[in-house]
Structures are given as C-alpha cells and as structure tokens.
C-alpha cells in the first residue's frame, strides 16, 4: 500500500449502497434474502432499493437470482465473495483513517 | 430512516455500519431475552405448581389441573417460539437454514425421546412414584443442559455456556434433593438460569 490515506471504495461509500451492504454482509456467507425482506430490513423503497442494487451487481458485488416459488416470481438477493472482501476491505480503510 | 446520500465521514460510515448491523441483527434472530423469558416462565410456574400438587408434597391443589396448565403453557411456549423464530427467518434461504432448521429438531426430538425413555422406565418397570418423579425431573435439566452449551458453543457465549453448566449441576443435584423438593429445584433453578439469560440478552439487546 502506498503512503498516505487509502481509497474508500465508491461503490460502497454512499450511504444508501452502504446500509445495503451492511444489511447482506450480515447474514451467513452462502445465505440469500427476498427483495421485499431486504427492502423491510432497510425501510427503502422498491425503486431506490432496485437503482442502488444495480450499481452493486454491476460492481460484482452482489448477485440477484430470480426464481419461481410456486409459480410465484421470487428475487434472492445476497453478497458476492467479491462483494464481502470489498466491504471487508472498505471497513479496514475507515479504521485505518481514524487512526 | 432518510435516503440522504450525501458524503460520508470516516467516523460517520463508522458509525452508521454499527448502528445498522445493529439493526438488521436484532430484526433477523429471533429475540433470545424473548425466547428464555418466555421458556423460564413457563417452567418456574410450572414445576412450581407441580410441587404444590404432588403426592406427598403440600397438596394444595390437585395433580391434574397442575398438569394441566403446565401443558398448556408448554404448548403455548412451543408454538410462540416457532412463531417468532419463523418470522425471523422470513425471506432468508441458505445454509443457515438448515442448521437453525436441524437446530431446533435436536430439542424436539431430545425431549420426545426423554419422555419416551421416563414413560417406559413406568410401564416396563413399574418404578415408584419416588423414582418416576427424580427422572423427570433430572431428565428434562439434562437435556437442557446439555442442548444450552451447545448453543452457547455456536454462539460463542460464555454466559449462555455457564447457564448450562449450571443446569447440569442441577440435574445432579435434583436426584440427591430427593422427591418432592427435586421439583423446586426444577422449578427454580432451571427456570431461574433461563430468567437469568433473558435478563442478560435483555440488557445486552438495551446497550447495542
């Protein structure tokens, strides 16, 4: 690492992406939520969630499978490994300002 | 909460994982203050009035209405934490589920088997009155204790850990207390370590 303060990663820092991030990184590695759990998690709007969500999978940060539960439509939502080591890495980087 | 993206400090990202963390956490495991407060009820009072109803104890009143708000406590028990522990996991799929899922059975089925076990020491062997009362009462301490540092192992917590040591020197203890005191033991030990680690997660659930 260089000298000098390290890079806070843009994807995650903006508070909406980050209480999004925190809220995945939350549940168990390999664990997966509904969009409208994590939309009640977060006490977001459907359409603030879905722009915030696509600036995440765009990173790699977050993966969105769609499915059918009883022919019900059904979105999973859950943090990539790229996703976790980044929010990992994005906490790191505060400390390390603050210090 | 606002949807205010403006520039974050350092401090203030901080700050707001901690809180939020906080949140999601308390909103996706079911409340344990709830959960022991609840389970540590039902078995103060219940074994309680089993004591004031046994043959041979008080009898203030009879073995059967004991019997009977006891069980309906348990199943009220049984079905609120079902209750609460799937409104927890609502809209989560994954490993997680499963092991919470297998977690929860291991009760169940540790105590269908211990009543299975008590029953049939009566009917095989027609064991006394004496012998039946001393093996449900240290049974049940057991099991719990046994099943409480388990979790306390998955979830790494020392006061839940000692809870469950402290249940297993109950179930020792309630055998060589004797009948009909071992139902205070019961009662007031087991009960009690469970109102001890509702009060605990309850204090810790105030300070997070």
Redo the contacts between chains.
């Keep these: 690492m260089t000298a000098g303060l390290p890079e ?1 990663d843009p994807v995650i ?4 992406r ?2 999004v991030t ?2 995945l ?4 590695s ?5 969009f ?3 939309q009640e ?1 977060l ?3 459907a359409g ?1 969630l879905s722009t915030h969500l696509r600036k995440l999978e765009d990173a790699g940060y977050v993966e969105i499978t769609k499915t059918h539960q009883r022919r019900t439509p059904v979105t ?1 939502v ?1 943090l990539t490994t790229k996703g976790r080591r980044a929010f990992e890495d994005y ?1 790191a980087a ?2 390390e ?2 210090t | ?1 606002a ?4 520039p ?1 400090s ?2 203030e ?2 700050a ?2 901690s809180s ?2 906080a ?3 308390r ?2 495991s079911p409340s344990q203050a709830l959960l022991f407060g609840m389970w540590g009820t039902t078995w103060l009072v219940g074994w309680t009035l089993m004591f004031l109803a046994t043959p041979g104890g008080p009898e203030l009143l009879p073995l059967w209405l004991a019997g009977v708000v006891f069980a309906a406590a348990i199943i009220g028990s049984v079905v609120l934490s079902t209750v609460v522990s799937a409104r927890a996991g ?8 499963l092991s919470g899922a297998l977690y929860g059975w291991t009760w169940t089925l540790g105590f269908w088997a211990l009543g299975a076990i008590n029953v049939g020491f009566t009917v095989k062997l027609g064991v006394s009155i004496e012998v039946t009362s001393l093996l449900w009462t240290s049974g049940p301490l057991l099991v719990m204790g046994l099943l409480t540092m388990l979790g306390a192992a998955q979830r790494r917590s020392i006061p839940e850990y000692v809870a469950g040591v402290w249940l297993l020197l109950a179930a020792s203890a309630s055998v060589y207390v004797g009948t009909p005191a071992n139902l205070l033991v019961l009662a007031f030990a087991g009960g009690g370590a469970m109102l001890g680690l509702a009060t605990h997660y309850a204090r810790q659930a105030k300070t997070a």
């Design positions: 806070l820092h903006a508070q909406a980050l209480r925190v809220a990184a939350a549940l168990p390999g664990d997966r939520i509904t409208p759990r994590l998690l006490d977001m709007t603030n999973y859950e906490s505060l400390k300002m603050l | 909460m949807e205010d993206d403006g974050l350092p401090a990202s901080l707001l994982i939020q963390r949140r999601v956490d909103s996706l609502r809209g989560i799929a994954g490993p997680s589920r």
